[in-house]
């Protein structure tokens, strides 16, 4: 009896030391693949990742990977919010952080923004990724990142139908930002499909180029709130009013 207590207690025990090199084989260097989407091909990782993500399941870099190559924005922050939650102490933690910070600053959303540097900060001291948001990031943006979905059908009509581009106006609606400009002017079209005036502006925050889409062109924020509600529901987004400068 004792010998088996012992048997099992040794094989508990090595089954524990043995846990930390099963885990980290999980794991993924994805240097080269961050290093091919800066190259440009990021097409190409993403017809990688399936497999990838087949074979090692639990890879953390690999769930970062996800969020790099996710296009819509609030997509990308749930993702980096899992690989917080899942894998604290994961290698690519701090650059969450930052892509974290990076996405609430582009919203607008600064307290949320700087809530997640400071993180960054405590966390994560030696970051490089600290200098990096105090060199990058603008002082002021207005940047939205909305969730891109086809229209709800609604049949209500909006204000301020124009297409007069000369018009002088002193709000319009951010409807959403992107990372891929194709996302961006599908949006614009269906907006202009229905006799809305719109357009794509591009800003960059934190070293990612954002195509970002407006429309409708106010006079005053109370038009401007009373067609946000209809643009919001008809086209399944979560835009925000902004002021022309």
């Not at 919001?232 to 400068?245: D, E, F, L, P, T």
């Amino acid at each position: 009896m004792k010998k088996f207590i012992s048997i099992t207690f040794l094989f508990i025990f090595f089954l524990i030391i043995s846990l930390p090199n099963f885990l980290q084989a999980q794991e993924v260097d994805i240097v080269q693949y961050l290093k091919q989407i800066e190259n440009g091909n990021k097409t190409q990782v993403e017809n990688q990742l399936p497999e990838l993500k087949k074979n090692y399941p639990n890879s953390s870099n690999l769930l970062y990977l996800e969020g790099v190559l996710t296009a819509n924005g609030q997509q990308a922050v749930a993702i980096y919010n899992k690989l917080l939650k899942n894998y604290p102490k994961s290698k690519y933690a701090d650059a969450s952080l930052y892509r974290l910070y990076s996405y609430y600053y582009a919203l607008g959303m600064y307290n949320a923004a700087n809530n997640f540097l400071d993180r960054l900060k405590r966390e994560y001291p030696n970051s490089s990724y600290i200098k990096i948001a105090k060199r990058y990031i603008p002082q002021k943006d207005s940047l939205v990142i909305a969730s891109r979905a086809k229209p709800a059908g609604d049949s209500t009509e909006i204000i301020n139908k124009t297409s007069d581009k000369s018009e002088k106006y002193f709000y319009t609606i951010q409807a959403g930002a992107f990372t891929v400009r194709g996302n961006a002017k599908s949006l614009m079209e269906e907006f202009e499909k229905d006799g809305l005036y719109s357009s794509i502006d591009e800003k960059t925050v934190g070293g990612t180029t954002f195509h970002v889409v407006y429309v409708g062109k106010y006079s005053n924020e109370a038009d401007a709130s009373k067609s946000l509600k209809q643009v919001n529901a008809k086209y399944n987004i979560n835009g925000r009013i902004v002021k022309q400068n």
